[in-house]
């Protein structure tokens, strides 16, 4: 039986491999607008103890619900404001979502499918990136997989601690992200209950106890809504696009505006270009090493969708496709909102495979796997050669291990398990390879970053730090100040700024009067790094391709 092939054992393999990819990058720069936003905002509500009002930089923050600021700064709270600190939190989420994967593919298939999809979903490039890129997303989609796994294990045992804990894993989705926490399991659920005509299912009291948990769990953010914007109507409030709003409800832009309203147009945040094609490209690099896997595996679900008689369950065809429409339909998109659907394509992706080993079947995944880890291979040999060429010994033990494992594969490519195993494995390497190494280098060109450490270094006094027409995400965090912004740089008086800094842009620069002030100057090279190209991942052309920060410390 292929229970007894030994998939238990391989998911505890990549766990521990996964867990070295994780810790490799806990403690990374973090780097990002948003992600260094996020930080800064937790860093101010654990100095501020104000945990019912989300504040930026002193002013009123109204585009993220707040589980993540509060759990990042209870854990600055405990552990001190530091990189590990702020990601603890959503890592031991992200562990969370690798369970309820594992249970929920269990449930619905068999406990091969869900380690097979707990093995998948934990080893994927999005997995690997969101894991130390923390946004609200990581807790969003480890929130939601569990809740779905809960209430279908309720449905399904009649237990009602499983239903409670669903409706919890509701709450901290809400809390997280908004009603999307709420919608991707109604559509899960509702999917199945109407293909298979339980229609009893839609009208259980149950529901109702459910509806007063999540009410309860939310109930601290909406008072604290509530108080911060209806109460106030009078208020001015300036959104996170820079627009500034007079008497904005925060109770109805949370329900409505910042979700619902991206796809009735309603919401200020559009994309300049809009494509519904957009999360297909994401998925085809995200989902990496599984794309292709993922893809069969979607094709042959919605084959069998087709011939309902077929197909044991519906939830995740509700869990995938509904929310990939609505987002594609959406008028803003980022890569990372298709993640929520991961752990469902996972899940159907281990089913797959079991479904293909039962048929013999199996052989030409592996000739899939060997080439995709080829090709991440390759992808590490032009980083060490091209982009980032200080490499290390451990540059040399990542591509003979990519190599060994290709071999490996190509032994033992009429077992499954192995194919699988192997695959996971040089996924891990080639993660802990971009964490040390890529992600490391990456940050040296984050300019509010290596700023700030020329800042601490110097021992610039808080009152004495000033950022001039920079978003300071970044160099708050790292310098754990609220650091003067202006505009403007105005004019600069040679007695009024002694054991001051500021941090410039090089067109701002290019106007001060450095002969007559003095400054001490420091040349920064900066690039975002969140929108790479191939001037700068290469490296004889990057000087080009980036520009410069300057700190000046008088």
Known sequence: MIENLGFKYAFWIVMGMATITFIAGINLPIMGIDATQYASISMEMAESGNYLEVMHRGNDYLDKPPLLFWLSSLSFNLFGIENWSYRLPSLLFVYLGIFATFRLGSLLYSKSAGYIGAIIFSTTEAISIISHDVRTDTILISSIVFSIWCIIEFLQREKLKFLVLGFIGI????????????????????????????????FRWEWLLGIFIVAIIICPMVYGLYTQYDAQPEKFTTLSSGKRVQGISGIVFYFWEQSFGRLTGASEWKDASFSYHFFIGTFIWSFLPWTILGFLALWNKMKLAIRTKEIAEFYTVGAIILPFIALSMSQFKLDHYIYIIYPFIAIISGNYIVQLTHKNQSSFIAIIQIIIIGIMGVGVILIGTVTFTNVTIIYGFIITALFLLIIATYLKRKSILAVVLTTAISACFVNVFMKVHFYQNLAHYDGQYIAAIITNERNIPTENQHVIDISPHCYDFYTKSITHYSGTLGELVKSEIQGHSFLVKEEVFKKIDLDNLQPEVYPIQHHSTTKLNFDFLKESTRDKSTENLYLLVF
């Not at 997280?176 to 559509?187: A, F, S």
């Open 171 to 202: 709450g901290l989705a809400m809390l997280c992200k908004g009603p999307i926490g709420l919608m991707v399991p109604i559509l899960a659920l509702s999917t199945h209950f109407i293909i298979r005509k339980q229609w009893k299912n839609f």
